[in-house]
């Protein structure tokens, strides 16, 4: 059971903006811990978005964007585009010194 | 950013071992820490284990305790993941990944490796 609970789906139309939320469930992944986002297309290896709940690396598409208040971080997609179509991944650091991923949301494009 | 290739495909039957290779380039070896994560059929992503590359530290998550180990090679920049007792919920993509030392983000992620695991 993974600490960090996210929408099985969530889905838009072109063009439009959606957003994910990411909810840590547990004490362990609770107050200031660092969360990044991940991008997964079948078959393909997952891809960072977001890193430190809003920061963008280079290669990562502007209208990607992050933030977190209290307990639940958010992943924005704008301008959604067909080619953003896939799974989307939270990840936090815990107290215990590992890692946790959110359960995973499935972002469809209508 | 370093580019990470993996070990191809295994086939395993139940109670094996399975070993896994993760070969780094285009950055120094000891530059950022090693995470494995993984992806079980009509599942989500697992985060398994972290070394960092001196094989000096490694943590992995409870799940895989007794069942994990990993090891370094600085001398072909490799980092090896073992993974003992497999059992058909052990079948999936595994996937290597770098975090920048104290980052706690994955930014370079290997092409994985399916292990399927089957009498």
């Known amino acids: 059971q993974s600490a960090l609970t996210q929408p099985a789906s969530v889905s838009g139309s072109l063009g439009q903006s959606i957003t994910i939320s990411c909810t840590a469930t547990s004490s362990d992944v609770g107050g200031y811990i660092p969360v990044s986002w991940y991008q997964h297309h079948p078959g393909k290896a997952p891809k960072l978005m977001i890193y430190?709940?809003?920061n963008r690396p280079s290669g990562a598409s502007y209208r990607f964007s992050g933030s977190k208040s209290g307990n639940t971080a958010s992943l924005t997609i704008s301008g959604l585009q067909a080619e953003d179509e896939g799974d989307y991944y939270c990840?936090?650091?815990?107290?215990?010194?590992?890692?946790?991923f959110g359960t995973g949301t499935k972002v469809t494009v209508l | 950013q370093v580019q990470l290739v993996q070990s191809g495909a295994e086939v395993k039957k139940p109670g094996a071992s399975v070993k896994i290779s993760c070969k780094a380039s285009g950055d120094t070896f000891t530059n950022f820490y090693v995470h494995w994560v993984r992806q079980a059929p009509g599942q989500g992503l697992e985060w398994m284990a972290i070394?960092?590359?001196?094989?000096?530290?490694?943590r992995n998550a409870q799940k895989f305790q007794g069942r994990v180990s990993m090891t370094s090679d600085t001398s072909t920049s490799s980092v090896y993941m073992d993974l003992n007792s497999l059992t058909s919920e052990d079948t999936a993509v595994y996937y290597c990944?770098?975090?920048?030392?104290?980052?706690?983000?994955?930014?370079?992620w290997g092409q994985g490796t399916l292990v399927t695991v089957s009498s």
């Open positions: 990944a770098t975090e920048p030392p104290h980052t706690r983000y994955f930014d370079s």
């Open positions: 430190d709940v809003s």
């Open positions: 070394i960092d590359p001196t094989g000096v530290v490694t």
């Open positions: 990840t936090s650091y815990t107290s215990r010194y590992t890692y946790v």
